[in-house]
């Protein structure tokens, strides 16, 4: 247990000095990243979370809160256009737990909850598909359930 936290203790550490080492100009330090509730510092590029992966507007975003639950969860999808969505629930055998379909009529955010009824303590995953016309977005989030 004691390795393992020092070498959490050391990663952390390399994430931070990567981090100082940057010298990309954006947001001012101390300002808050709308996409999230984190607060970046001064090092990171504009639209970028924490671990410097670049958010765009024009792409598909889904997030899970509480996660992990234990009697129910809220997915919040963030469609770029118009389209057709697919929303899928398995769990670690890949068997389908829970599946929604939906015509998207305008882009924006769209919830969808999520009841642990006939779900057993674990992880699962979150599977979305978005179509538009030729276009397939599919985006992943694992979601875990605990009694």
Excluded: W
């Excluded at 947001?27 to 670049?54: H, K, R, W």
């Excluded at 919040?76 to 389908?96: H, V, W, Y």
Aim: charged share 15%; aromatic share 6%; glycine share 6%.
């Amino acid at each position: 247990m004691k390795k393992l936290t020092l070498i959490c203790c050391m990663l952390f550490a390399l994430l931070i000095n990567t981090m100082q080492a940057q010298t990309v100009q954006g947001p001012a330090a101390g300002s808050v990243n709308n996409n999230s509730d984190f607060i970046l510092p001064s090092a990171m590029p504009e639209g970028s979370d924490l671990l410097g992966v670049t958010h765009q507007k024009d792409k598909l975003t889904m997030i899970s809160s509480p996660n992990p639950f234990s009697s129910r969860t809220v997915i919040t999808c963030d469609f770029p256009s118009q389209g057709k969505a697919e929303l899928g629930i398995r769990n670690m055998f890949g068997e389908s737990v829970n599946t929604f379909i939906t015509t998207v009529e305008q882009e924006g955010p769209m919830t969808f909850e999520v009841n642990s009824e006939h779900m057993r303590p674990g992880v699962y995953t979150a599977l979305l598909v978005f179509k538009t016309g030729e276009d397939m977005l599919i985006k992943t989030i694992r979601l875990v359930y605990t009694k």
